[in-house]
């Protein structure tokens, strides 16, 4: 790959799941990905327990929740690949992303719902995490340059059945 290939991660919130998405492929994909996140709805703040997440991962770039209206303009950051990782997001109507990337859904537990002490309630953060690590780190291993896009579409989707 001569360029970063370039994941889109979307959630509905854009405030935890898809934000540690980012933040994990950027980090873990070392130069070789370029990584975003966006919600359909997003809340306009990310989770403390997700950003503390990304700064331990020693992700630097600043976290920000936005709209996936930021991608799909004309003149949008090219992007590569779409993967939802919420089920509410999976089932909404996407915009239609410049570039024809190819699309998976990864669905993740949604730590924000968990409740109970704020102990509890980071480790919820951290199992999610731990889950979305699983699945970068499968995209990391396939040849991305070598697969056609049926095929790229096909092992991206395969990671999301994965636990």
């Known amino acids: ?47 403390p327990f997700a950003a503390e997440i990304a700064r331990d991962l020693g992700y630097q770039a600043p976290l920000r929740s936005k709209s996936w209206d930021e991608f799909a303009q004309a003149d949008a950051t090219p992007i590569d690949a779409v993967i939802t990782v919420c089920d509410n997001a999976a089932g909404e109507v996407c915009p239609i992303w410049p570039g024809h990337p190819v699309t998976a859904h990864w669905g993740v537990p949604d730590p924000v719902a968990a409740e109970g002490s704020d102990e509890q309630r980071r480790q919820a953060f951290q199992s999610a995490c731990a889950l979305l690590r699983q699945r970068v780190e499968r995209l990391l291993a396939l040849p991305i340059d070598r697969l056609d896009a049926g095929e790229l579409q096909r092992q991206l989707r395969a990671i999301g059945h994965e636990h």
Do not use: D, H, W
């Open 1 to 47: 790959m001569s360029s970063p290939y370039r994941v889109l991660f979307l959630c509905t919130g854009n405030s935890a799941r898809s934000i540690m998405a980012e933040a994990l492929l950027n980090v873990l994909g070392q130069g070789r990905f370029e990584a975003f996140s966006a919600g359909s709805f997003p809340s306009g703040k990310v989770q």
